[in-house]
């Protein structure tokens, strides 16, 4: 079982990093860059701030935690403590790969990308008015996707280092607006709301 797993983990990967072309090589080498989301979401957060004023005390520290802990859970507990390496660095898959934008870090399971950019798109679904502001939902789910498809696009992971970072940022972002919802109850209604 574990090996057929394992098997097609390989194939999805293989497919999608041979599905290469000179334009898509960098879009998701300028997608997966640190220095093109941390702007984007410098710009939320002020967004926020002018939308939301002083609910903004809530909404930004939950935010915020949520999107912290994506990124240590993935990157400071689960990355050291698996150790399984990137496919960049597998001995037996590194000669098949294309790699437009090098080869990461030594570990890639969870996808800190993956969970940082699902963390934040979930809370801010739920958290935000239900049937407001779809533009800005639209935008954080399309970005989450295009973060997740870029990770495996340039074999800085497998698939399932993706989808397991999908559920913990999925997670994370449903107990940060189940917490909004207990901290602000004067909030507007949110899309859908957590279960107590």
Known sequence: MLESLRALDHRLLLALNGAHSPALDRIMVFASDRYVWIPFYA??????????????????????????????????????????????????????????????????????????????????????????????????????????????????HYPSDVISGWLVGALLGWLAAWAFAKVDPYWWPPATPPAA
């Open 43 to 156: 710009v939320l957060i002020i967004w926020l701030l002018y939308h939301y004023q002083h609910r903004a005390k809530a909404v930004l520290p939950l935010l915020i935690a949520a999107v912290a802990l994506a990124d240590s859970i993935t990157s400071k507990l689960f990355k050291p403590f698996v150790g399984r390496p990137r496919p960049c660095h597998a001995p037996d898959l590194a000669p098949l790969l294309h790699l437009p934008d090098g080869c990461g870090g030594a570990f890639g399971f969870m996808s800190s990308h993956a969970a940082n950019s699902t963390a934040m798109a979930v809370f801010l679904l739920l958290a935000l008015p239900a049937g407001r502001f779809r533009g800005l939902k639209l935008w954080v789910c399309c970005w989450a996707a295009l973060l997740a498809y870029s990770r495996v696009y340039l074999a800085a």
